[in-house]
Nanobody, 123 residues
Framework: QLQASGGGLVQAGGSLRLSCAAS????????MGWFRQAPGKEREFVAA???????YYADSVKGRFTWSRDNAKNTVYLQMNSLKPEDTAVYYC???????????????????WGQGTLVTVSS
């Protein structure tokens, strides 16, 4: 029901835009999240977008990553600028119909997940 895409190989300082397209249901009233998982590490929170439009970012990406949403296409986007080698990971989009500030950074707080898209940033 969630399809993530847009990953790829980019040099440090470059940009990528990840997309997360939803099907089967309308996610405009859902909170959306992006998480990432690097090899050998736990899945970590990247960003959250609440249905009302509020956005939250991990400190490590704040100022470099930006959410956007196209409800007509049932798609959300994560624009990633000034990429660093430490941003290399598989990125996952997620959704849930009830997220709080206490749960938005916890992968267990999301019921719906995309398959992941690999982002590789070379130095």
């Amino acid at each position: 029901q969630l399809q993530a895409s847009g990953g790829g190989l980019v040099q440090a300082g470059g940009s990528l835009r990840l997309s997360c397209a939803a099907s089967g249901r309308t996610f405009s009233s859902y909170a959306m999240g992006w998480f990432r998982q690097a090899p050998g590490k736990e899945r970590e929170f990247v960003a959250a977008l609440w249905s009302g439009g509020s956005t939250y970012y991990a400190d490590s990406v704040k100022g470099r990553f930006t959410w956007s949403r196209d409800n007509a296409k049932n798609t959300v986007y994560l624009q990633m600028n000034s990429l660093k080698p430490e941003d290399t990971a598989v990125y996952y989009c997620a959704a849930d119909d009830f997220i709080t500030r206490a749960t938005m950074q916890d992968p267990a707080g999301y019921d719906y997940w995309g398959q992941g898209t690999l982002v590789t940033v070379s130095s």
